[in-house]
C-alpha cells in the first residue's frame, strides 16, 4: 500500500545494509520509524513488544527473525533454540508457529553453510505470498461490500458505513491487509464508503493504526470509543462488520483482539453481517473448539498507561490509573462460529463451519 503516494510493505530486506527493516508500529501514528532486525534478540523483541503486530505479519516476521538468527548461529542447536526463542514471544497468533514450522521443515535438512541464505529466500517467499493471498482475499471481500452497497443504495443511502475492530489493514500483514483489504477493494472499486474506526484498548491499534492507514487512503472515516459500536448498530447507522482473525479453529470460531465478541453480539442482536477475514495459514486445523485457543495475557501497565503526543510534539506516557489499583489485560476473546455471517479467505468466501472450511480447503479432509 503507499505511504503518502510511496508503494511501501512493513517489512523488507534490505541487502545493502544487511538486515531486516521493519515499520515500527509502536511510535505511529505520530511517528514514521523503521527498526531494524539483526539478530535473535531483535527479532524476538519486534514481535513480543509489538513493533509488529498481526498474525500475518508476525509469522513472516517470524521467518526473517530466524533467517537473521542463522546468520549469526547456524548450527543445528541454534536453528532449535531460535525457534523455539521466537514462538515463546507471541502465544495466541497461530500464524507465528506455521511460519516457524515451515521454516524447520525446510532449513533443518539443509547443511549450516545453506541455512541462513535458504532461510532469507524461504522469509522473502513467505512475504509475496502473504501479499498475494490478502489481495485475493479482498477481491472476494470485495463481492460481499457490493451487495451491501447495492441493497442500500436501492434503499437511498448515499454511503455504506462499515465498522471494524481493532487493525487488520496492510499494517498486520506484509501488504494489502486482512479486513481492510475488501474496503481497499471497494474504495477503488467507487463505492462509498464510512468507516466507523474502534480505537481498540488498551493498546488503542485502531486509533493509532487503523485511522492511519485509512488516512494515508484518503477513505472516510471515523474513531468511536470501543463502547459505541452497539450504539450506532441499534441507530441504523453500521451496515456491516468486518474484523480479522488471529486464529480461526476447524469449526469456525474466532479468536480476535479483545473486544471483538461484544460486537459480534451487537451485531447478531441488530441484524447486521458480521464478517471475518482471514488467509488460509490462520486457520488452526488441530482445533475444533475456540475454547482451547491459549489467550495471551499482556502487561497490565497497558491498561493503566497510556501513549500519545504532548503539545510540544513529543511522545510521552501518561497513567490512567490510582496508585495501587490492579488491571488484567487479556489480550484476545472468542467469538463463536454461531455470530460469524461468513468468513472471507483467498479462496472464496463461506460459512463459519467445519464444512464451509473445507469446501475451500478440501486437501484438509484428508489430513482426518
Not at 1 to 14: A, V
Request: aromatic share 6%; proline share 5%.
Amino acid at each position: 500500500m503507499n505511504i503518502y503516494g510511496q508503494p511501501t510493505r512493513t517489512i523488507r530486506w534490505s541487502a545493502e545494509r544487511g538486515c531486516v527493516e521493519v515499520l515500527d508500529q509502536t511510535k505511529l501514528p505520530h511517528a514514521l520509524v523503521w527498526a531494524d532486525i539483526v539478530d535473535l534478540p531483535t527479532a524476538e523483541a519486534a514481535i513480543r513488544d509489538m513493533w509488529v503486530r498481526g498474525a500475518p505479519l508476525i509469522g513472516v516476521t517470524a521467518a526473517y527473525g530466524l533467517a537473521m538468527a542463522l546468520s549469526h548461529d547456524a548450527s543445528d542447536d541454534g536453528l532449535t533454540l531460535a525457534a523455539a526463542r521466537l514462538r515463546a514471544t507471541r502465544p495466541t497468533a497461530v500464524n507465528l508457529m506455521w511460519g516457524l514450522d515451515r521454516c524447520l521443515a525446510a532449513l533443518s535438512p539443509l547443511p549450516a553453510s545453506e541455512r541462513f541464505t535458504a532461510g532469507l529466500a524461504l522469509a522473502e517467499q513467505m512475504a509475496d505470498e502473504d501479499a498475494a493471498q490478502n489481495e485475493a482475499l479482498g477481491t472476494h471481500g470485495l463481492a460481499l461490500l457490493q451487495a451491501l452497497w447495492d441493497a442500500r443504495a436501492a434503499q437511498g443511502a448515499t454511503v455504506l458505513n462499515i465498522l471494524t475492530h481493532c487493525n487488520a489493514g496492510w499494517l498486520a500483514t506484509v501488504d494489502w491487509g486482512t479486513a481492510l483489504a475488501p474496503i481497499y477493494k471497494a474504495h477503488e472499486a467507487g463505492i462509498p464508503l464510512h468507516i466507523w474506526v474502534d480505537e481498540t484498548r488498551p493498546r488503542n491499534q485502531g486509533a493509532s493504526l487503523t485511522a492511519r492507514e485509512l488516512n494515508w487512503h484518503g477513505i472516510a472515516h471515523t474513531v468511536i470509543a470501543d463502547n459505541a459500536g452497539g450504539h450506532l448498530m441499534q441507530h441504523g447507522a453500521v451496515d456491516g462488520c468486518i474484523v480479522g482473525t488471529d486464529r480461526t479453529t476447524a469449526n469456525g470460531d474466532v479468536c480476535n483482539k479483545i473486544g471483538t465478541y461484544l460486537k459480534a453480539l451487537a451485531a447478531f442482536d441488530a441484524g447486521i453481517p458480521f464478517y471475518v477475514a482471514l488467509p488460509g495459514p490462520t486457520i488452526d486445523w488441530t482445533l475444533d473448539d475456540g475454547k482451547k485457543i491459549p489467550i495471551e495475557a499482556r502487561s497490565a501497565s497497558e491498561v493503566t498507561h497510556i501513549q500519545g503526543r504532548a503539545p510540544d510534539g513529543s511522545l510521552v506516557t501518561v497513567q490512567l490509573t490510582p496508585d495501587g489499583s490492579t488491571a488484567f489485560n487479556p489480550g484476545f476473546d472468542v467469538t463463536p462460529a454461531r455470530l460469524v455471517t461468513a468468513l472471507i479467505t483467498e479462496r472464496g468466501v463461506c460459512p463459519a463451519s467445519t464444512e464451509g472450511l473445507l469446501s475451500l480447503y478440501p486437501e484438509r479432509r484428508s489430513h482426518g
